[in-house]
């Protein structure tokens, strides 16, 4: 029942598993340039769910947006980013959405079975509104995830344990079942990949970080907060006060750290005044660097905890800590209990 198209549309179905495996790919041979076009759409697809939440579709080359799916995949698998990972099952499915709406209802029955639905097609007609009846269970599982009233089963036209819905609302009970399905994919671990596809991937993680940046800035405050700091880059921030030299990657965590929760490039610049070795021109272009306003235009974010560990710049840690894998998500937790302090470096 399904063509090549369908199987670019529709890249979980064991249909398009089957293609896949009968190319006879091997992990070793991705970085033969036969596969650069496959292995360019598999890094498209991620950057396309990091962008814009949504994965397109290609229908033009079935044989490149076919494989290109699990291939994304072991990508996002490698990307260990629990983040990318929801975004991604998220961006995929309601691509598949999409293309489920203007879907045969034939072709969505044999769609849903893979899921083990319980689903029918109203063929005659008799409600006028309705094209299929699913069994009230799948609806439930479902469902539930949405606040919209007309989701609540008390509201839905039932008969028989069957609760009637349009294409698109099937669609999008589809969606959902497809995202948690891609989710359990992401959930295993890789131990190897070719360096060409971790190129790939550490090209994703910059994507990533600069767009976690912006997410991570429009969810703090303006005002800097020096409560909420944690203990390392409280560390960090009291030996530069007091004009103690810095590692390097303390300096990069204690930049990154205060840039991300809004402190300017000049304030920061002028936190660095007391060494003795201080040089004004040096310091804003780091600076200017690690806030995105130079070079490659990529705004940095401080190291997680386990980096800062082992480079010895995690010198405590607290009950927030033990919660917690990156300084800051331990700001944005203090914060929720901290009174607001604004800080004014230059003048202290
Ligand atoms: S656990 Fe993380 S946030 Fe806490 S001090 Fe160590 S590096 Fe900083």
Request: aromatic share 10%; proline share 4%.
């Amino acid at each position: 029942m399904f063509t090549k198209s369908d199987l670019a549309k529709y890249p979980f179905i064991p249909e398009a598993s089957k293609f896949v495996k009968d190319l006879d790919i091997k992990i070793d041979e991705l970085a033969n340039p036969e596969y650069r076009s496959v292995l360019n759409r598999a890094q498209e697809r991620i950057e396309e769910a990091i962008q814009d939440a949504l994965v397109s579709r290609k229908l033009h080359n079935y044989g490149i947006e076919i494989p290109s799916f699990p291939i994304a995949i072991m990508m996002v698998v490698a990307l260990a980013n629990s983040y990318i990972k929801k975004r991604y099952a998220l961006a995929e499915a309601k691509g598949v959405y999409h293309q489920l709406e203007a879907e045969d209802s034939e072709k969505i029955i044999e769609i849903a079975k893979n899921f083990d639905w319980n689903i029918k097609l109203i063929e005659d007609g008799s409600t006028g509104i309705y094209d299929f009846s699913l069994h009230f269970t799948n609806f439930l599982k479902n469902g539930t995830v949405f606040r919209d009233e007309k989701w609540k089963l008390v509201n839905r036209v039932m008969l028989q344990g069957d609760v009637f819905l349009t294409k698109s609302e099937a669609s999008r009970l589809l969606q959902e079942e497809v995202q948690r399905y891609i989710e359990g994919k992401l959930n295993v671990k890789i131990d190897f990949l070719p360096p060409n596809i971790m190129e790939r991937v550490e090209q994703l993680k910059q994507l990533l970080i600069e767009k976690g940046g912006k997410f991570r800035s429009e969810s703090l405050p303006k005002t800097v907060v020096n409560a909420a700091f944690p203990p390392c880059i409280r560390e960090l921030y009291d030996n530069i006060k007091s004009g103690h030299h810095l590692s390097h990657i303390g300096r990069f965590a204690l930049t990154s750290f205060l840039i991300n929760i809004g402190m300017t490039v000049e304030t920061v610049v002028d936190l660095f005044r007391s060494f003795s070795d201080f040089d004004e021109r040096m310091t804003r272009y780091q600076v200017e660097h690690i806030a995105g306003e130079k070079g490659g235009r990529t705004k940095y974010i401080p190291p997680r905890c386990d980096t800062l560990r082992t480079h010895g710049v995690c010198v405590s840690t607290d009950n927030i800590c033990r919660r917690i894998h990156h300084p800051l998500a331990y700001y944005r937790r203090k914060l929720r209990s901290v009174k607001k302090v604004v800080i004014k470096p230059q003048k202290e």
